[in-house]
Nanobody, 117 residues
Framework: QVQLVESGGGLVQAGGSLRLSCTASGSIKSGNYMGWYRQAPGKQRELVARISSGGYTNYADSVKDRFTIARDVAKNTIYLQMNSLKAEDTAVYYC???????????WGQGTLVTVSS
């Protein structure tokens, strides 16, 4: 089992910045992805950004050049730096862990990001 604890959501004005953090604990295996997904009201959950244990990253087109994902391997923690926030970034953001070999899939409880225009 892998447990995820998120922090860093909140209310920010359009154009502002926020940083989300997510720390994993438990049966963490080498060879994994950790990332952020988000779900806005009435919409499906979507990938925002993810990073592999080897440092490979990928981003949703809508956040490229504004968001940056980073990883502290020693702390089993990922960060999502969100700059130039827009009203359409408002959503509940969920941290995800995926173990490549054992296909273990874990989710955090979610943290709300609200961007006021």
């Amino acid at each position: 089992q892998v447990q995820l604890v998120e922090s860093g959501g909140g209310l920010v004005q359009a154009g502002g910045s926020l940083r989300l953090s997510c720390t994993a604990s438990g049966s963490i295996k080498s060879g994994n992805y950790m990332g952020w997904y988000r779900q806005a009201p009435g919409k499906q959950r979507e990938l925002v950004a993810r990073i592999s244990s080897g440092g490979y990253t990928n981003y949703a087109d809508s956040v490229k050049d504004r968001f940056t994902i980073a990883r502290d391997v020693a702390k089993n923690t990922i960060y999502l730096q969100m700059n130039s926030l827009k009203a359409e970034d408002t959503a509940v953001y969920y941290c995800n862990y995926y173990g490549i070999l054992n296909r273990q899939d874990a989710w955090g409880q979610g943290t709300l990001v609200t961007v006021s225009s």
